[in-house]
């Protein structure tokens, strides 16, 4: 029995040194659990010091929880820490990667005049990471600022973080890559309408431009519901990588795009003219001209693509026939010269009758900001219609002139439009001294009631060519106060017209001396 207790109490003491020694081999294989919170501080006890298990945050000194505290970035402590070391140490992310298999490394930030020189030691310890930032001191340690100074750079940084948070355009800095590493509010809430919140503030920090942002470069920010905004970045170096400053400029790019397409929709309208366009700017260098130009002037499409002067187009022109040929050069380059006075005045509208029988109107119309636009407009066939037109006339009124009868045609207006010479004759006038009124058939038919004996035919007559619709030719006699009976005629015409034919009796007529002949009557 006593054998048994003893086999007990020897197995039972067995298993708990066992477990003792566990327990101990256990603890010398895990270095990570010999890291304390004194030996972080152990060598650096007023150092700026922290301790990562990956991105989470172990422990930190009270001069680096007070460094990540001012950091600007919202988010987690392995965030803040980057956004305040990726400024001062470029491709320090990259190091602390490769931490693990470096085992340590020790990194001196690029040089500030606010700052000086600091210095990074990352050291891998049992799997944490251990970072420590320290002055450029020989014992490690920053600097002692008196009280005064310290309280006079805190007041400086707090109003210099006030302005730029304030500031109502996006303001940020990036390394020599491009990316990111300090932004202002309004970029954060430019970012946040473009990204995801996640996105947004968590690091890195989002881009509002891919690449790294040039000088003078234009960036589209899509903002959701609200539409598109535009920036123009102006670019400006620093020892920790590039501020860029994003100024708005989305009424610009709007007012721009507004104008290219209203310029777009007058060259389309431009493009279907018949009538030649070209406009100069104020230095009188052609800046657009349509198709249309082309055909009316030949000029060359290469020529006129290279934005030539007025002049040296008035003298290709002059080369290719399309201008009048002068008689004196000297005085034709005078005339030119005037041309482009008169257009900038607005007073120059001409008609070139060219040597190849073809007829321009040009005109000259000045343009806002001191441009001009010259229009150039075939009227051939117009102008040889119109010559075509009097011709007619004028072969129409010689056919009427030789006719005996006394003629004379009115409008449906009741106005005097025609008459023959022997109207001139028998009546002892001229009409075409009649104007406006007094050319109406009540002007006339007075002036004929005053020559003929007491009658209500003229009466007649003006009801008669005063009447619309559908009416009959008729006649009747009158006798002039000279004694001559005169036949009348009248007759309707087409569109409400009306022609009144005189004869005089030729019996009455052999015995009465003619009167003195009037002037020939060509037309009203």
């Not at 930032?133 to 109003?159: H, N, V």
């Amino acid at each position: 029995m006593v054998f048994g207790w003893a086999m007990a109490l020897a197995i039972a003491l067995t298993a708990l040194a066992a477990a003792f020694i566990g327990i101990g081999t256990l603890a010398l294989l895990s270095p990570r659990r010999s890291v304390t919170a004194q030996g972080l501080f152990a060598d650096a006890p007023s150092d700026t010091v922290l301790l990562f298990d990956g991105e989470t945050l172990i422990d930190a000194s009270p001069a680096a929880r007070s460094m990540l505290a001012a950091a600007p970035l919202q988010g987690s402590a392995w965030q803040r820490l980057m956004s305040f070391l990726s400024v001062r140490f470029p491709q320090v992310e990259d190091r602390i990667a490769s931490l693990a298999r470096e085992g340590r490394f020790v990194m001196d930030s690029l040089p500030s005049e606010s700052e000086g020189r600091l210095t990074l030691h990352a050291e891998w310890r049992g799997g944490l990471t251990r970072l420590s930032l320290s002055g450029p001191e020989d014992d490690g340690k920053f600097a002692m600022i008196d009280p005064m100074t310290q309280r006079a750079m805190a007041a400086e940084l707090s109003m210099l973080r006030d302005i730029t948070a304030k500031a109502p355009f996006p303001i940020w800095l990036e390394n020599a890559e491009g990316t990111p590493v300090w932004s202002n509010l309004d970029y954060m809430l430019r970012a946040k309408s473009h990204f995801s919140e996640e996105e947004s503030q968590g690091w890195p920090m989002p881009r509002l431009a891919p690449g790294p942002v040039l000088d003078g470069q234009r960036i589209q920010i899509d903002t959701g519901t609200d539409g598109t905004d535009w920036i123009e970045a102006t670019v400006s170096t620093a020892p920790a990588g590039r501020i860029v400053f994003g100024l708005p400029i989305t009424p610009l790019v709007q007012a721009e795009t507004s104008l290219r397409e209203f310029t777009q929709t007058l060259t389309k309208t431009f493009a279907h003219l018949p009538i030649g366009l070209a406009i100069f700017d104020r230095h009188r260098r052609l800046a657009l001209f349509n198709p249309a130009l082309l055909d009316l002037t030949t000029l060359p499409i290469d020529f006129l693509t290279s934005r030539p002067m007025l002049s040296d187009c008035l003298d290709r022109m002059r080369e290719l026939r399309m201008i009048p040929e002068p008689k004196d050069y000297r005085q034709w380059r005078k005339r030119m010269a005037e041309i482009e006075e008169e257009a900038s005045s607005g007073i120059y509208e001409e008609v070139w009758h060219l040597p190849g029988a073809q007829t321009y109107r040009v005109l000259g119309r000045p343009h806002p900001d001191g441009a001009l636009a010259l229009l150039f407009e075939d009227i051939t066939t117009e102008t040889t219609r119109t010559r075509r037109y009097r011709a007619d006339v004028e072969l129409g009124q010689s056919v009427l002139d030789s006719v005996g009868e006394a003629v004379a045609v009115f409008s449906a207006a009741g106005l005097l439009v025609m008459s023959n010479a022997a109207y001139a004759e028998l009546w002892g006038h001229d009409p075409s001294g009649f104007v406006g009124a007094d050319s109406s058939i009540v002007a006339l038919a007075a002036h004929w009631r005053e020559q003929t004996a007491p009658s209500k035919l003229w009466s007649q007559v003006e009801t008669f060519v005063g009447t619309l619709g559908d009416r009959r030719e008729w006649s009747a006699t009158a006798r002039r106060v000279d004694g001559r009976s005169l036949t009348c005629r009248f007759v309707p015409l087409p569109g409400g017209a009306t022609m009144i034919a005189f004869r005089v009796s030729p019996a009455r007529a052999r015995r009465i001396a003619p009167e003195p002949k009037a002037p020939a009557r060509r037309s009203a």
